[in-house]
Nanobody
């Protein structure tokens, strides 16, 4: 059984950085394309960033480009997102998602592309 677990959410001051981590169990991490999504109240869930199995392909939402860094280690089986200069509009539930795929360079772009989801971790940016 594949399990996806996020950690690292909480209350963040505007302008501060935050780091979210995702751990996967129950499957071969190296066969997964990974993504971070977020959903603010009243909004649809949106893809923030994704990374391919090979780590060579990444896509980041244009509105947060420059503030987000992805870190994937296929040996340590870790996947994380770092966001700098947090803003109140970053307040949302953040989800880690995974897609089992043979495509080494594919970075899945839509919610329906992902097989496995975590429960989410809440990030609140407020002073």
């Amino acid at each position: 059984q594949v399990q996806v677990v996020e950690s690292g959410g909480g209350l963040v001051q505007p302008g501060e950085s935050l780091r979210l981590s995702c751990t996967i169990s129950g499957t071969n991490f190296g066969e997964l394309a990974m993504g971070w999504f977020r959903q603010a109240p009243g909004n649809k869930r949106e893809l923030l960033a994704c990374i391919s199995r090979s780590i060579q392909t990444t896509n980041i939402l244009a509105s947060v480009k420059g503030r987000i860094t992805l870190d994937r280690d296929n040996v340590a089986k870790t996947f994380s997102l770092r966001m700098t200069n947090s803003k109140p509009e970053d307040t949302a539930m953040y989800y880690c998602a995974a897609r089992l795929t043979r495509a080494i360079f594919n970075c899945p772009g839509t919610e329906n592309d992902y097989n496995y989801w975590g429960q989410g971790t809440q990030v609140t940016v407020s002073s």
